[in-house]
């Protein structure tokens, strides 16, 4: 079976690695880990070499624990929950992974959230973590 984290470094997507992890485990699955950027001229090269060593961490993570893994670095684009979305239908994923960053109700209006738009158009289920 394969299951997927969405992974960006932060605490919030660590703590769903390794929930990620347990389930994996108990379910003999396979773990996808998903770094998405959108692309283009906005993008720093800062931000792209950081998002390169968090996917890097985190598949070290999971393969010192044994499970077989995957990851990938996406730039596509789209926004991060698109490509999360789209990523999952193609390499048809069981079950998402997502770490939740509490925001406030105006942040989240002017910044959107990614893990609200996983929740709302996945089509397996989403395990949230803070």
């Known amino acids: 079976m394969n299951i997927l984290v969405?992974?960006?470094?932060?605490?919030?997507?660590k703590a769903a690695l390794e929930?990620?992890?347990?389930?994996?485990?108990?379910?003999d699955s396979v773990v996808h880990i998903i770094t998405s950027m959108e692309g283009g001229?906005?993008?720093?090269l800062k931000a792209i070499k950081k998002?390169?060593?968090d996917l890097k961490y985190a598949m070290?993570?999971?393969k010192a624990s044994g499970i077989e893994c995957e990851g990938y670095?996406?730039?596509r684009g789209l926004s991060p929950g698109e490509d999360i979305i789209r990523?999952?239908?193609?390499?048809?994923?069981k079950h998402i992974f997502v770490g939740i960053e509490k925001k406030?109700?105006?942040r989240k209006l002017l910044l959107g959230s990614t893990a609200q738009y996983i929740i709302l158009r996945a089509s397996c289920p989403v395990t949230t973590i803070h």
């Not at 929930?19 to 379910?27: G, Q, T, V």
């Not at 990523?87 to 994923?93: K, P, R, S």
């Open 6 to 13: 969405a992974y960006n470094g932060s605490d919030e997507a």
């Open 19 to 27: 929930l990620a992890k347990d389930y994996a485990k108990i379910h």
């Open 41 to 44: 001229p906005r993008e720093k």
């Open 51 to 53: 998002s390169k060593e």
């Open 60 to 62: 070290e993570l999971v």
């Open 73 to 75: 670095q996406t730039s």
């Open 87 to 93: 990523y999952a239908e193609e390499y048809d994923i």
């Open 104 to 106: 406030s109700r105006t």
